[in-house]
């Protein structure tokens, strides 16, 4: 058996003191620190935050080592069946996928900071925590007197925990399943209306799966002063990072029921219906897939949709969700030179930054947009029989429940299998191509009554000018994009110029104002860049740029648009 021990001697100093009692066979043992962490399709580099690394026999007899690559440490073990490795880790920060210490919690997700050896991966794990007696423990691993359980080593790199003082909980059931729901942090939940929305869309998505993974599952909230939003999905908890406090219950409410929706299919769509490129997951390297738009765009799609369907919300707050990345798409020109799949496989490179303007798109936005084209398409093949939630049901139950990773090839042909039409055009142009698919998405959308439009932005920036910004802390406005071809690119601007002035006057965050002043005046644009002050005038063109895109329901549905409609929110 694996043993770790988590303690904080000094909590000012936000070390966490970590010991693993490995056990060891080899002449060399080779021990890793995991690069990256599932959800999260990027390098960590966890390795920055190890110091004073330590290894000893069981007689505390000091054994020689050697750091091979940022992350990999080759030990000397001859003669030695157990060894003790220890360290301290710096937990400094807090969010969903993070580790974090300090006097109030002890936070902790093993991907960050536990060690492993592929000798003992499969091995159970034993977890002690050095904590006040006072505090309680929110995790999905097993415990029992004091202490925490895992499987093995990936269910312990699986299972976040939080050790607190302020720890509240409630717990509701479905389709016999345990749900149990935990805040930490500065908050007063609104049990019965929480409990009562949960259930909703727990009800809704376990009735289509038919099943749910595993037997209990724990949503870890931690509840911030400041402004926060991120989720983690984990196969039986997920960690959400939300806040302001005051917010959690009022206008963050909706991103609360969203956040947790979308981790939720998780537990089925990327926990369990897997990449074969991450089955089993190998935590020492990068994990390449063309797949994004299936585990995150599907998901994010079927996050939302699922809160309709349960009624949790109406149509109209559905639809806000969906014209939030219509707008991303829309206004991302990265569309034109680079697939989603490409763009899955390149997470790894910028996945989680604005990257290159231009470049790719986001896994999120175009695979949400894919998976709405994917559902209604099967509903019109099927007769309003089977959509999307049929595809999925049938990977988990024939991929996902018997261990088998799901490639491209078996994701196209399953939904080739349950629609009976090729899946072709939208896999080849779309998925793996570059071609626009407005029309499509009007189709689509007319299909189930909805009705797709679009006029230019009432900024006057972007759309007569053809940029975004936001407003700098001296009052400026900072440049965040421009559209190809418009007067800002041509004129001669850059993306993160400030904009001090127009026509010499002052700006004090109040640029579209002037820009709508002097509409009929010849406009030049007085900029910070680099240290200097530059000066460029924008050529007039009479077109717009940015436009702001939306759904809403046909005035007076047909026959079968009432009835795709039905199918496609039921």
């Given amino acids: 058996m694996v043993k770790f021990s988590f303690s904080v001697p000094q909590p000012n100093t936000q070390y966490i003191h970590i010991e693993a009692t490995i056990p060891v066979k080899e002449e060399q043992t080779t021990i890793h620190l995991p690069a990256w962490r599932p ?6 580099n966890f390795a920055k935050n190890v110091w004073n690394f330590k290894v000893t026999d069981v007689n505390q007899n000091g054994l020689e080592f050697q750091k091979i690559n940022k992350d990999t440490w080759e030990v000397e073990t001859s003669g030695s069946k157990e060894i003790l490795v220890s360290y301290n880790y710096y937990a400094s920060e807090l969010n969903a996928g993070s580790t974090f210490a300090d006097k109030d919690q002890l936070y902790v997700n093993p991907v960050n900071c536990c060690v492993f050896t592929k000798e003992t991966f499969n091995d159970p794990v034993e977890i002690t925590l050095d904590i006040s007696d006072k505090w309680e423990v929110a995790t999905s691993l097993e415990s029992k007197d004091g202490k925490c359980y895992a499987e093995n080593t990936e269910e312990l790199l699986d299972s976040p925990f939080i050790a607190s003082g302020m720890l509240q909980r409630e717990s509701y059931e479905s389709h016999g399943v345990t749900f149990h729901v935990w805040f930490n942090g500065i908050v007063k939940p609104d049990w019965e209306r929480l409990i009562k929305d949960f259930q909703a869309f727990t009800d809704s998505q376990i ?13 870890l909230n931690q509840i911030l002063p400041y402004k926060a939003y991120h989720g983690v999905e984990h196969t039986k908890s997920t960690v959400i990072a939300l806040g302001p406090s005051y917010e959690v219950f009022g206008s963050l409410y909706k991103e609360l029921l969203g956040v947790s929706s979308h981790e939720l299919y998780h537990t089925w769509n990327v926990k369990t219906i897997r990449p074969a490129e991450m089955m089993p997951y190998d935590f020492t390297k990068e994990n390449y897939s063309p797949l994004g738009y ?11 949709l699922f809160l309709h369907k349960s009624g949790v919300f109406n149509l109209e707050q559905y639809l806000d969700e969906m014209n939030t990345q219509l707008q991303r798409h829309f206004d991302n020109q990265g569309r034109f030179h680079y697939s989603v799949a490409e763009s899955s496989f390149d997470t790894w490179l910028d996945g989680y930054v604005a990257g290159a303007p231009g470049r790719k798109v986001s896994i999120y936005t175009e695979g949400c947009l894919l998976a709405f084209i994917t559902d209604v398409k099967l509903l019109e093949a099927t007769k ?11 990977l988990f139950f024939q991929f996902g429940l018997e261990g088998k990773g799901v490639s491209e090839a078996d994701y196209k042909a399953m939904v080739e299998s349950v629609g009976k039409f090729s899946f072709d055009e939208i896999f080849n142009d779309y998925i793996h191509g570059t071609k626009p698919f407005e029309s499509l998405l009007t189709y689509c959308f007319d299909y189930v009554g909805l009705e797709l ?5 009432e900024s006057y920036a972007a759309g007569r000018l053809g940029f975004k910004y936001l407003n700098s802390s001296r009052g400026g406005a900072i440049i965040k ?38 509409d009929d005046e010849q406009k030049e644009v007085t900029v910070f860049r680099g ?22 329901p046909v005035k007076d549905p047909n026959g079968p648009q009432k009835a795709g409609m039905k199918a496609w929110a039921n």
């Avoid at 309003?384 to 049938?394: A, I, P, S, W």
């Avoid at 439009?453 to 932005?457: A, K």
Wanted: hydrophobic share 35%.
């Fill in 207 to 219: 009735a289509k799966f038919a099943e749910f993974p595993v037997k209990e599952y724990h949503y």
């Fill in 453 to 457: 439009q679009h006029q230019p932005e």
């Fill in 531 to 552: 240290g200097k002050l530059l000066t460029f005038t924008l050529p007039e063109v009479n077109r717009y740029f940015y436009n702001k895109y939306s759904v809403k």
């Fill in 39 to 44: 959800g999260r399709y990027e390098l960590g």
């Fill in 294 to 304: 299936l585990c995150e765009g599907v998901t994010t799609y079927m996050g939302d």
């Fill in 384 to 394: 309003n029989k089977y959509g999307l939630d049929e595809v999925m049901k049938r």
């Fill in 481 to 518: 994009a421009m559209y190809p071809g418009g007067p800002a690119e041509l004129g001669g601007l850059m993306l993160d110029d400030e904009i001090v002035a127009v026509n010499g006057l002052e700006v004090k965050n109040n640029v579209n104002e002037w820009f709508k002043y002097l």
